[in-house]
């Protein structure tokens, strides 16, 4: 991930509970991936892009005392709401890298799982970004990511404005620098890395404007169509109108929010 002054979507307290909000809403998809990939109590686990530690928490549950999590993060004002959680639930076996994959020293082929959700597709380099991490993993030990294939965002009825938003989302991401269908080069840097495939599933959540999904694009679109129109990425009447057009959605019962498509990607080292 880049250092958090340059993190699209940016670091604050806003964002903190945002992030909190989207842990609550994906995390049964990310809790059938890990069902998936049968971890294991003592293994060494790394979380890439940890946060303030909402993944580490779930994953520290299944690896227990004789495992051990690392959450390696860019943002000091995570890593420290990371910490103060652990300290508050005695965990000893919680480790904290500031930084990112790109510049951290990592260990060699040290651990067991490496997990990274919604990390690569803001990454400028996720070929650099895999190769290190991959040399991070042990031999036979699992790299599973989530992330994105942009393509399913939409909200029906179409017709208005909001239909535009596709577009700009992407447009958005590649301002920063990443790639919102990262999720499709994958496979490919899987096999350039000598990591063999084993689970590649999409999903994609769906509901009425009243739904948790609905209302978690709703947290994002409060801010980010306005750092869009920030950026010249639409015009000021073009998010005023995407706004409006979401609103009128949120409000007819007849109305079907549907997410982008988030792909769970693990793969062994071989």
Known sequence: MKQSSEYLLGVSKTELERLRFQHSVWKSVTDRFFDRLNIQRGW????????PGFVSFDLRERVGDEGEITGLEPSEFYLERFKEQCVKKGWTNVKFIHGTAETAQLPERYYDLIFARW?????????????????????????????????????????????????????????????PDVAARIPSLFKKYDVRLIDYTPNCLAGDGSSPIAEWAHRFFTTHIHSMVEKGIITKDQGDAMWEDWLAHRKNPQAIFFSPIVVDMAGILL
Do not use: H, T
């Open 44 to 51: 060494k686990c790394l979380d890439v892009g940890s946060g």
């Open 119 to 179: 990390v690569i597709s803001f990454v400028p380099d996720p070929e650099r970004f895999l190769e290190r991490l991959c040399s991070a993993l042990r031999a036979g030990g699992v790299i599973a990511l989530q992330d994105y294939i942009y393509d399913g965002l939409n909200f029906f009825p179409r017709g208005g404005a909001f239909d535009g938003m596709l577009d700009a989302v992407r447009a958005y991401w590649y301002s920063g620098g990443g790639d």
